[in-house]
């Protein structure tokens, strides 16, 4: 038996908020995000009937899949695909049109990274009805995945906790936005970014104020395991050193973890970080046998 371990895209849609322009008798948006075939929604006859799902986020969206009706296909003849972050449908960009679908047939509309937080499709005209069988939206989370993460540190100095380094405030202003260790041996910071992600850069930023060096030597860990508080995870890169109220980008060439660490492996050391951003995928891992 082969174990593999693989990333699975998430249809973001389907935590999605959906709505549309109108309900014709029970068939609701949500119709189209049930995983059945043998569902749709439906719209009354209409001028410009449309639907909607709210990602709740900001996505880069790589693709959308739509799945026709299984009768009454050609309606869908002319509906317009947009990607964006506007509320008034037609302020957000067009992917794809759909020139036409054959009953029940799933297609799939490359959208080549377009960011957005709502996914639309809709028909142009008068006396237009819009059904979909099912929709999916596959993409990457465009903003920084720290902020939803929790922080914990080996040790912390008096009120600089572990979660400044993900408030979301570089600390340039005021160093009260960055955590710190006490002078001990191994200092470390751990972020829990609560679910899996195929991780491409990690941004870390250093104080301004003060002791620059308290960064020196840290290396990025990344991965799932809490052995040795998550220390033990696969290094990303190790930080020789930032300047004075830098950031710098550390490329992680897609690490797949929950965990990210920062750890100095040496004695009589402080951590201190000011802001630690993640950037990558939005997916799960999912492990089959
Ligand atoms: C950490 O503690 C050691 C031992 O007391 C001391 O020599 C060193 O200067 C301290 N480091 C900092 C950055 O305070
Ligand atoms: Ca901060």
Same mark, same amino acid.
């Given at each position: 038996?082969?174990?593999?371990?693989?990333?699975?895209?998430?249809?973001?849609?389907?935590?999605?908020?959906?709505?549309?322009?109108?309900?014709?008798?029970?068939?609701?948006?949500?119709?189209?995000?049930?995983?059945?075939?043998?569902?749709?929604?439906?719209?009354?006859?209409?001028?410009?009937?449309? !639907?909607?799902? =709210? &990602?709740?986020?900001? *996505? +880069? #969206?790589?693709? %959308?899949?739509? @799945? /026709? $009706?299984?009768?009454?296909?050609?309606?869908?003849?002319?509906?317009?695909?947009?990607?964006?972050?506007?509320?008034?449908?037609?302020?957000?960009?067009?992917?794809?049109?759909?020139?036409?679908?054959?009953?029940?047939?799933?297609?799939?509309?490359?959208?080549?990274?377009?960011?957005?937080?709502?996914?639309?499709?809709?028909?142009?005209?008068?006396?237009?009805?819009?059904?979909?069988?099912?929709?999916?939206?596959?993409?990457?989370?465009?903003?920084?995945?720290?902020?939803?993460?929790?922080?914990?540190?080996?040790?912390?100095?008096?009120?600089?906790?572990?979660?400044?380094?993900?408030?979301?405030?570089?600390?340039?202003?005021?160093?009260?936005?960055?955590?710190?260790?006490?002078?001990?041996?191994?200092?470390? !910071?751990?972020? =829990? &970014?609560?679910?899996? *992600? +195929? #991780?491409?850069? %990690?941004?870390? @930023? /250093? $104080?301004?104020?003060?002791?620059?060096?308290?960064?020196?030597?840290?290396?990025?860990?990344?991965?799932?395991?809490?052995?040795?508080?998550?220390?033990?995870?696969?290094?990303?890169?190790?930080?020789?050193?930032?300047?004075?109220?830098?950031?710098?980008?550390?490329?992680?060439?897609?690490?797949?973890?929950?965990?990210?660490?920062?750890?100095?492996?040496?004695?009589?050391?402080?951590?201190?970080?000011?802001?630690?951003?993640?950037?990558?995928?939005?997916?799960?891992?999912?492990?089959?046998?």
């Amino acid at each position: 038996m082969i174990k593999m371990s693989y990333l699975v895209l998430l249809n973001a849609a389907l935590w999605g908020k959906t709505s549309q322009s109108s309900n014709y008798l029970q068939s609701g948006p949500e119709l189209a995000l049930d995983g059945l075939l043998t569902s749709w929604t439906h719209t009354n006859t209409e001028t410009n009937p449309w !639907w909607r799902v =709210d &990602l709740l986020k900001v *996505y +880069r #969206v790589n693709r %959308v899949t739509i @799945t /026709n $009706r299984p009768g009454n296909g050609l309606r869908i003849n002319g509906a317009v695909i947009r990607i964006g972050n506007f509320l008034d449908i037609y302020n957000n960009r067009i992917c794809a049109v759909i020139s036409t679908l054959a009953d029940g047939a799933t297609a799939t509309f490359s959208c080549g990274g377009m960011e957005g937080r709502y996914m639309i499709v809709h028909i142009p005209g008068d006396q237009k009805i819009l059904s979909l069988s099912e929709a999916g939206v596959y993409g990457y989370l465009a903003g920084n995945l720290a902020v939803d993460g929790a922080a914990t540190q080996s040790s912390t100095f008096t009120g600089w906790f572990a979660e400044k380094a993900i408030d979301s405030n570089r600390g340039l202003q005021q160093n009260t936005a960055c955590a710190s260790t006490l002078n001990q041996t191994n200092p470390w !910071w751990r972020l =829990d &970014l609560r679910h899996i *992600y +195929r #991780v491409s850069r %990690v941004v870390v @930023t /250093n $104080r301004k104020d003060c002791c620059t060096e308290q960064m020196n030597g840290a290396e990025i860990r990344i991965g799932n395991s809490l052995e040795s508080n998550g220390n033990n995870n696969p290094i990303c890169a190790v930080i020789p050193a930032i300047p004075a109220g830098e950031s710098y980008s550390y490329s992680c060439g897609g690490m797949d973890g929950r965990y990210v660490n920062l750890i100095i492996p040496e004695d009589m050391k402080i951590l201190t970080l000011c802001e630690l951003e993640v950037y990558g995928e939005g997916s799960v891992l999912t492990t089959v046998q």
